[in-house]
T-cell receptor
Framework: DAGVIQSPRHEVTEMGQEVTLRCKPI?????LFWYRQTMMRGLELLIY????????DSGMPEDRFSAKMPNASFSTLKIQPSEPRDSAVYFC????????????FGDGTRLSIL | RKEVEQDPGPFNVPEGATVAFNCTYS??????FFWYRQDCRKEPKLLMS???SGNEDGRFTAQLNRASQYISLLIRDSKLSDSATYLC?????????????FGKGTRLSVIA
């Protein structure tokens, strides 16, 4: 089975530009999570969806960040306008609803804002 | 108190050594626990779940102490390939569908 697929793998852009990160969860998984990882703060949960509906976005740093899940097989995380402090690795993960299942991560997007 | 706290590391051990990592969690209602492994510049991957009775997978043993809200991971006969960051992960609520909280990780370097 295909795992969680993220794109792009790397993104380098100038501050002020819009950045869109994409994620395709594992087929059949009901939950989708967006994380950000930095050396200083570790892995932080930004937002998660259940059946395409945002459940908790309290981890989204500020209004510049937005996330959507228009269908069960696709989600986006958008930063507009981007700032250098947004530089991090952004991971998408998915899991099945049933029981205490672990999450499966995509390869991540390494984002650098200049 | 942070939700999940781990030994900061790094741990530098020779091949063949036994090494143990510790982790504490703050939410007594937590029901599920995992250890993930993350290689440099890679995504976190599930290493093993942690069960109340303790569980073993080859050279790896995980233990849970609910009374002390403490989780451990023991690696026996360390291999060079065990070098990675080990993340302690806890489900923060009493439902299987509440988010997982990740510790910052403990870095392990196994030296030849």
């Amino acid at each position: 089975d295909a795992g969680v697929i993220q794109s792009p793998r790397h993104e380098v852009t100038e501050m002020g530009q819009e950045v869109t990160l994409r994620c395709k969860p594992i087929s059949g998984h009901d939950y989708l999570f967006w994380y950000r990882q930095t050396m200083m703060r570790g892995l932080e949960l930004l937002i998660y969806f259940n059946n395409n509906v945002p459940i908790d976005d309290s981890g989204m740093p500020e209004d510049r960040f937005s996330a959507k899940m228009p269908n069960a097989s696709f989600s986006t995380l958008k930063i507009q306008p981007s700032e250098p402090r947004d530089s991090a690795v952004y991971f998408c993960a998915s899991k099945k609803t049933w029981g205490y299942q672990p999450q499966h991560f995509g390869d991540g997007t390494r984002l650098s804002i200049l | 108190r942070k939700e999940v706290e781990q030994d900061p590391g790094p741990f530098n051990v020779p091949e063949g050594a036994t090494v143990a990592f510790n982790c504490t969690y703050s939410n007594s209602a937590s029901q599920s626990f995992f250890w993930y492994r993350q290689d440099c510049r890679k995504e976190p991957k599930l290493l093993m779940s942690v069960y109340s009775s303790g569980n073993e997978d080859g050279r790896f043993t995980a233990q849970l102490n609910r009374a002390s809200q403490y989780i451990s991971l023991l690696i026996r006969d360390s291999k060079l390939s065990d070098s990675a960051t080990y993340l302690c992960v806890v489900n923060i609520g009493n439902s299987g569908n509440t988010p997982l909280v990740f510790g910052k990780g403990t870095r392990l370097s196994v030296i030849a």
